[in-house]
């Protein structure tokens, strides 16, 4: 049986704390699946080549792999530092930005595969940094006892919405394309709907973390070095 939000409604309110949530990371999970299938498409509409399709398609896995990789630790400072709220807020506003600006670049320079790489990069730096706060404020805003029902209920969402996304983008490349542009603007769209939703998230206080990016990160290998369990889990999460 597929858990829903409402599953965990509290019974005096009217709203559950995980909608806003839950919503603002399906749809840029979605957005982020869906542009990355119109950048290799593009890729692959632009060669005869099946071996260089190929390797435009790997470029475009690589760039968004390595931009979650390297921009987590510096999520978890933000996550930290500042209102887990502000942060997925602030990175949901940046999301819309960058759906505008790519369905610019798509409209201006519709055969530059660069650009839209590019935004594609910085799409995997907005992920990783939305990551750790996405997880973070789950204990702020439920329950402990609700963790893991809530925590199963944003990854079911979140992996639906991949699925999604990787289809979706193949239906608006389809059916937007010569003009593939205005399948930017239906991007950008449904970012701004995700920070509308992302609005009714909770507010709750910073953290009030003090570290710094060069300390976490020796604190961080240290243990990933030392935990063979740890390492695997790591290298399982950012290949899902």
């Not at 260089?52 to 990789?69: D, H």
């Not at 009030?208 to 300390?215: A, K, M």
């Amino acid at each position: 049986m597929i858990a829903d939000p409402k599953s965990l409604q509290p019974g005096n309110s009217g709203r559950h704390p995980l909608r806003g949530l839950v919503a603002a990371q399906a749809i840029g999970a979605f957005n982020d699946n869906a542009w990355k299938q119109i950048v290799i498409l593009l890729g692959v509409a632009s060669t005869q080549s099946e071996a260089v399709s190929q390797q435009k398609t790997a470029v475009a896995q690589i760039v968004l792999l390595l931009a979650l990789i390297l921009f987590n630790l510096p999520g978890g400072l933000l996550a930290d530092r500042l209102s887990k709220r502000t942060v997925i807020i602030g990175l949901k506003c940046f999301e819309v930005v960058l759906m505008l600006v790519g369905a610019g670049l798509l409209f201006f320079f519709p055969g530059n595969e660069l650009h839209v790489a590019g935004i594609l990069a910085l799409l995997g730096i907005q992920a990783a940094l939305f990551g750790p706060s996405k997880y973070g404020i789950l204990p702020e805003i439920l329950p402990h006892e609700k963790l893991s029902e809530g925590n199963g209920i944003l990854e079911m969402w979140s992996n639906l919405a991949i699925i999604a996304g990787i289809v979706g983008g193949g239906v608006i490349y389809s059916a937007t394309k010569p003009s593939i542009w205005v399948g930017g603007l239906v991007l950008a769209g449904f970012s701004a709907v995700g920070l509308m939703l992302a609005l009714k998230i909770p507010h709750v206080p910073a953290a009030g973390g003090n570290g710094n990016l060069v300390g976490n990160l020796k604190q961080a290998w240290a243990a990933v070095r030392e935990d063979r369990i740890l390492r695997l889990a790591i290298w399982g999460q950012v290949f899902i």
